[in-house]
């Protein structure tokens, strides 16, 4: 694998507020198209998402609980599914703790969620919309 984080996605409470404050008050550019219940937005070689929490707990197949849900996500997108299955099976062998096996989603890609040792969560996804570094 090579070391690179391609999207910090952040469980935000009032996704309104939040696109408000970083697209107005800190002047990041959000991506188009625009979509009601996700934001993403352009950094320098990643990507920054904001994300209901409940719905970014549901997207990982976790349970929402604040005392329990970190509230973000760290993602590595790859270039193709294979890449995904296979990235996904190597961290699992690594002591990982799947939470959302490597599968097709709503938004057209594919990916997978899973636990770090320290219960912090990774999104390994192919994303067929965009290209961003590092891949």
Known sequence: MKPFISMISLGVSDLNASI???QTGLGFPRMEPYDENIAFFTLN???LALYEKKALAEDA??????????GFT????LSSEAEVDALFKEAIQAGATPTKQPQKVFWGGYSGYFKDPDGHLWEIAYNPFFKIGGN
């Open 45 to 47: 070689g990643t990507w």
């Open 61 to 70: 197949n976790i349970a929402f609980d604040e005392s329990h849900f970190h």
């Open 74 to 77: 760290l993602s590595h997108v």
């Open 20 to 22: 408000a404050f970083y």
